[in-house]
């Protein structure tokens, strides 16, 4: 029954843009569907009766009585309205869901193969084919004169990669026109050297070119048994080097663990109603146990990885927020949760036509935001890792003592952090290693906010060594999906052996990859902190993070020659 509840209330939300045959009767649905289960089961047993008693006393079953003949009909009619309402609409959706799978599939390719990022950019290129410019084709155009058009605004600058079929000489158009409207050089911004079809309709509108970062590579960092390299990428000298003694140290000590305690991702949609007895019915709704199958059909039927995990509320006056959590495979999984949270928002909406939906995301999710539900929740991946460094290794490598770790840790990243009214902050730079690992494997950087958020915990172990942990709630990553498959990204995944998807397990590349982020953590708590402890920072900085070189003079946009410019004094 609560199956058959689940198939007529996942049905409904489809009501609005399917033809049924419930929609021709002036009554709601979940009644006419139950009415007609109800004839369908009565008549079908009706039915068997009668034929059990007519081969019982040896009466033909041709001889048809009239409740016989009624029962016959009634059967026939519900069989075909419960097949036009269940039976079709599911294989149409089967269909669907293939045919979706397959358009996917299709434009991944057209964006590796011509470029183009979906149908409609495709009927758009053809419609700017036809367009001319001093009479000829855009694209027969000399790059100079398009450049142009696109600067004095007679051509719309996002439309090149369509009307020029060609990513690269997009950018390059494109470039030429920023230079030709500001006056200024982008001269120092390379244009060569990367696939530009790589990122269209996935990654950069409107690029001009690319940023060069440094990647760096620590290791081997010693954790739950293997070793692994891991890259980041960054501009701030000393950053690699402080983490890189940190993997030193946990590996002359034996190894981190890494223990992941939960995983999924969230999405959390702001809707209104009247009056605050109507948005308490939608949570009791929300959070009766009996209406979460129905939802997590609706959910989970968006995504062959996204699994509805749970839906937590809170409210504010007429205002609900609707905390969806699930698990999303290899991928970070935001556009799949975003995918799963809108249709049943759809449904809700039909049960509750006076749901106003103010936003998808109400910011209870809350993404790229550092906030108490995070940090107390999780979102993502939650991993706590730890190490018991030697205290010879503490004092060899690390150049401090177990003691004033200790104390450092207690004054500065607890009790400073809540001097600072820190959320998720007690830590001493997270951040720098989260971020720079995110970057080289092509995550989504804006999230280091949430990502960053760490509780570093040191304690003396076996009465002399030093134990520390690293508690991060909100490791959001993902090996598929945003940019992790970029050439370079991708490479960097591969050296962590975590490139794409596990078709074997899905999700656990992402949870391995969390695993290694945490432990990175690890490796820069321990050292950072014990630089401040040795009080070696700012000497460390100025030798790395300083360069000997004038900077001033090596810039070719500043005149060297300009008096007092190259006046930079050498730090080391
Ligand atoms: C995508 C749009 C802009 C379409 O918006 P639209 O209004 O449908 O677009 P349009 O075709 O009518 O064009 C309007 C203008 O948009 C620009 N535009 C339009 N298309 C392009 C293009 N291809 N390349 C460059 N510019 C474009 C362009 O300026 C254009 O004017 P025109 O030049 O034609 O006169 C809109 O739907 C939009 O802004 N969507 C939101 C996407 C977004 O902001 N994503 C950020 C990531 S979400 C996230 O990370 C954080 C989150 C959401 O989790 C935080 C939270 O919890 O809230
Ligand atoms: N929409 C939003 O509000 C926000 C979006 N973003 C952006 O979203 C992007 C990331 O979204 P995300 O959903 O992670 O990625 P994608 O949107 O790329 O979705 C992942 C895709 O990979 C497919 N897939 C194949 N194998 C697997 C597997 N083993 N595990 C998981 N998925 C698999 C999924 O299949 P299937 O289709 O079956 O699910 C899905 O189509 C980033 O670019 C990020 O910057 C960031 C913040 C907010």
Not at 74 to 81: D, E, P, R, V
Not at 136 to 165: H, P, Q
Not at 425 to 454: F, M, R
Request: include cysteine.
């Amino acid at each position: 029954m609560a199956l058959m509840n689940a198939c007529m209330q996942r049905e409904k939300a489809y009501k609005n843009s399917k033809a049924l045959a419930s929609d021709a009767l002036p009554l709601p649905v979940a009644f006419t569907n139950k009415v007609f289960f109800v004839l369908f089961f009565g008549s079908s047993y009706y039915l068997i009766q009668r034929w059990r008693e007519k081969i019982r006393t040896s009466t033909p079953l041709h001889a048809l009585i009239l409740g016989e003949i009624v029962a016959m009909v009634i059967l026939l009619a519900s069989f075909i309205y419960l097949l036009g309402f269940f039976g079709i609409d599911y294989v149409q959706n089967i269909i669907g869901k293939t045919w979706d799978f397959d358009s996917d599939r299709e434009i991944s390719s057209n964006n590796n193969n011509n470029g183009n990022s979906s149908c409609s950019v495709e009927k758009e290129k053809s419609k700017l084919r036809q367009a001319q410019f001093n009479g000829k084709s855009i694209a027969d155009n000399r790059d100079e004169e398009i450049a142009f058009a696109v600067g004095n605004g007679s051509l719309a600058s996002y439309s090149l990669e369509a009307t020029l079929g060609d990513c690269k000489r997009a950018a390059s158009v494109r470039r030429r026109a920023v230079e030709l409207m500001t006056g200024r050089s982008l001269e120092g911004l390379p244009l060569e050297g990367f696939d530009y079809q790589s990122i269209l309709g996935q990654c950069c509108e409107l690029p001009v070119g690319y940023v060069q970062i440094p990647v760096g590579v620590i290791g081997p960092l010693l954790l739950n048994g293997s070793e692994y390299m891991v890259p980041m990428a960054t501009t701030e000298g000393c950053l690699v080097a402080s983490t890189n003694r940190g993997c030193k140290a946990i590996y002359q000590s034996g190894g981190a663990t890494s223990i992941l305690l939960r995983d999924g991702m969230t999405r959390a949609p702001v809707v209104r109603f009247p009056t605050v007895k109507r948005t308490a019915e939608l949570k009791f709704y929300l959070e009766d146990p009996i209406n979460f199958d129905t939802l997590s059909v609706l959910f989970n039927r968006t995504s062959r990885f996204a699994k509805l995990q749970g839906i937590q509320c809170a409210l504010a006056g007429r205002n609900l927020y609707m905390r969806f959590c699930c698990s999303t495979g290899d991928a970070m999984g935001m556009n799949m949760v975003s995918k799963g949270v809108q249709n049943v928002v759809d449904y809700l909406q039909d049960i509750f036509p006076d749901m106003d939906v103010i936003s998808i995301s109400g910011n209870f999710c809350a993404d790229k935001k550092a906030t108490a539900v995070n940090w107390i929740e999780g979102r993502g991946k939650s991993v706590v890792c730890e190490a018991v460094i030697k205290e010879e290794v503490v004092t060899k490598v690390l150049k401090t003592s177990v003691p004033s770790l200790l104390e450092l840790n207690m004054i500065k990243n607890l009790a400073g952090s809540a001097m600072a009214g820190a959320i998720g902050g007690y830590n001493a730079h997270a951040a720098n290693i989260v971020t720079a690992i995110y970057i080289a494997t092509g995550q989504d950087p804006a999230q280091n906010v949430e990502s960053s958020q760490c509780i570093t915990m040191i304690e003396e172990a076996n009465g002399k060594d030093l134990h520390i942990s690293v508690t991060m709630p909100c490791i959001e990553v993902g090996t598929i999906g945003g940019g992790t498959h970029l050439a370079s990204q991708a490479a960097c995944l591969n050296l962590l052996g975590v490139k794409g998807a596990n078709s074997d397990l899905p999700g656990s590349n992402s949870q391995c990859l969390a695993r290694i982020v945490a432990g990175a953590v690890l490796a820069g708590e321990l050292s950072l902190l014990s630089a401040l402890a040795a009080g070696q920072l700012v000497k460390s900085h100025m030798k790395y993070n300083r360069s000997c070189r004038d900077i001033a003079s090596s810039d070719p946009l500043v005149d060297p020659t300009v008096e007092g410019k190259s006046d930079i004094t050498c730090f080391s």
